[in-house]
C-alpha cells in the first residue's frame, strides 16, 4: 500500500460532486462522502495517490477503474466513475455504502465469530477471482476498504491500491495472501499484520492448532494459491470451534489416558511389590524349612549312625558269646569222650527259622522247649542205662551229662542265632 500523504485537491470535482465531509483518514487513501449534483445521489470519492516515481501502479488502477465502470458484482460497490486529479492522483467515485468498515467495527472490541470470518472471507475470495478473471490488477482488500452492511451486514467491498511486485502482476498467490492477512487481521484486530515479527499461535491460544498452521501459511505466501487451497482454507476457518474443541476434548482424552496409565503403574507398581514382598517371604520359609529340614536330617543320620554302631557293637558281642558258646560245648565234648564232628550242622525245623525271622528273641522258646523234651528223653535213657549197668549210684555223672546237654542247647542256640545274624 502507498504511504499516507497529505490529502490532494479536489477542486476538479466541485463542478459534478458537493463534497460532504471527509472520512476518517485512512492508509490507502483519503475517502470523502459527497453528493452528486446533478441527481442528489450520495456517492463515495476515494483519492489515492502513488508513490514518487510509481506512476505507472496509478496508471494500472486508472484503467481498472474503467474497467470495473462497466461491471457488477454483488459484492463490490458500483463504481461510478474515475478521474484524475493531477499526475500524482487519481479519484473513484462509487456508490456509497452504508455501512461501517472492518476497523470501525473491531475498534469497539467486537471479536468476530469464526464461521462469519470464515463467511467474510467466502466472499472475499470470490470477488478477488472474479476480478482477478476480468483482468483487475489491483485488488487491493484492507481494514478502510471492507465495509459491513448496516442492515444484512453482507460484507461489500472497495477494491484499494496494491503494490505491484518486481516479478510481475499479483496473481492468484497474491489473492490467497491477502485472504490469509484478513484472517489474520480479523483473529487478532491487527490492521497490518506481520506474521514474521508476531505468532498468531501467542496472540489467539485459543484458536486450534491447524487453524494457526493454515493462516499462517496463507498469510505468508506459503501456498500455492489458487481455488483448491482458498477453500480448503475458508472451511478449516469455518471449522475452527470444532476442531477447537476436538483438540480439547482429544487433551482431555489424553490426560485421561496418562492419568489412567499412572493409576494403573501405580497399581502394577503396588502389586509387583506385593508380589517381591510374598517372594521374599516364600524364600524365607523355604530357606527356614530348608535349614530345619537339614537339621532333622543331620539328626536322623547321626541316630541312624548310633543305632547302627549299637548294633555293629551287639553283633560283636553275639559273635564273642557264640565262640564262647562254642569253645565251651568244645570242652564239655571233650570230657564228655563225644567226638566233635566237623560237618555238624544245627537242625532247625521249619517252624523255628519262620520264628527266628520273625522275633530273633522270642523264637528262643521253640527250640528251647524241644531240647528240654530231649534232655529229658536223654536223661531217661541215660538213668535206665545206668540202672543195666548197675552206676544208679553215680548221680554225679548224671548231674554232668544233664550240664552238657543244658550247654549244647546252649550252642545250639547260640549257632541258630549266627545263622539269622548272617541272614
Not at 200 to 205: D, F, N, P, S, Y
Not at 264 to 293: G, I, T
Request: hydrophobic residues 40%.
Amino acid at each position: 500500500m502507498s504511504e499516507q500523504q497529505s490529502a490532494p485537491s479536489t477542486r476538479a470535482l466541485d463542478e459534478q460532486y458537493e463534497t460532504v465531509g471527509e472520512l476518517r483518514e485512512a492508509p490507502d487513501g483519503h475517502r470523502y462522502i459527497a453528493r452528486r449534483r446533478a441527481d442528489g445521489a450520495d456517492v463515495m470519492i476515494t483519492v489515492v495517490s502513488a508513490k514518487s516515481g510509481d506512476n505507472n501502479a496509478l496508471a494500472h488502477f486508472a484503467s481498472d477503474v474503467q474497467i470495473l465502470a462497466g461491471l457488477n458484482h454483488r459484492r463490490l460497490a458500483r463504481v461510478i466513475e474515475g478521474m484524475w486529479l493531477g499526475k500524482e492522483s487519481f479519484a473513484v467515485v462509487t456508490e456509497r455504502i452504508q455501512g461501517s468498515t472492518l476497523r470501525e467495527t473491531l475498534s469497539t472490541g467486537e471479536r468476530l465469530p469464526n464461521p462469519r470470518i470464515a463467511s467474510v472471507l467466502q466472499d472475499v475470495g470470490e470477488v478477488l477471482e472474479w476480478a482477478r478473471a476480468h483482468g483487475i490488477v489491483h485488488r487491493g482488500v484492507t481494514f478502510d476498504s471492507l465495509y459491513f452492511d448496516r442492515e444484512t451486514h453482507a460484507p461489500q467491498l472497495v477494491l484499494a491500491l496494491t503494490p505491484i511486485p518486481l516479478e510481475g502482476l499479483p496473481d492468484s498467490r497474491s489473492d490467497a495472501r491477502t485472504i490469509g492477512r484478513l484472517a489474520w487481521a480479523m483473529f487478532t484486530g491487527h490492521d497490518e499484520p506481520d506474521p514474521a515479527k508476531e505468532s498468531l499461535g501467542e496472540l489467539r491460544a485459543d484458536l486450534a492448532r491447524r487453524v494457526i498452521d493454515e493462516t499462517t501459511a496463507m498469510a505468508t505466501g506459503q501456498t500455492s494459491g489458487d481455488s483448491t487451497d482458498v477453500e480448503r482454507f475458508v472451511s478449516v476457518i469455518a471449522m475452527a470451534d470444532v476442531l477447537r474443541q476436538g483438540e480439547i476434548e482429544i487433551a482431555q482424552l489424553q490426560a485421561e489416558l496418562i492419568e489412567e496409565r499412572r493409576v494403573e503403574r501405580v497399581r502394577l507398581e503396588a502389586e509387583a511389590r506385593a508380589s517381591e514382598d510374598r517372594a521374599e517371604a516364600m524364600e524365607e520359609r523355604v530357606q527356614k524349612e530348608r535349614s530345619e529340614f537339614a537339621e532333622q536330617v543331620a539328626r536322623e543320620e547321626a541316630r541312624v549312625a548310633s543305632e547302627a554302631a549299637q548294633v555293629t557293637a551287639e553283633r560283636a558281642q553275639f559273635e564273642q558269646e557264640r565262640q564262647d558258646f562254642a569253645k565251651r560245648a568244645a570242652a564239655l565234648a571233650g570230657q564228655a569222650g563225644i567226638p566233635a564232628r566237623a560237618d555238624a550242622k544245627p537242625v532247625i525245623t521249619p517252624v523255628e527259622e519262620e520264628l527266628l525271622r520273625g522275633q530273633r528273641r522270642l523264637s528262643w522258646m521253640i527250640p528251647v522247649s524241644t531240647i528240654g523234651l530231649l534232655v529229658s528223653l536223654l536223661s531217661c535213657s541215660l538213668g535206665a542205662l545206668a540202672i543195666q549197668q548197675g552206676q544208679i549210684d553215680n548221680l554225679f555223672v548224671v548231674e554232668q551229662s544233664r550240664e552238657l546237654l543244658i550247654r549244647g542247647v546252649d550252642l545250639r542256640l547260640g549257632i541258630a542265632v549266627g545263622n539269622d545274624d548272617r541272614r
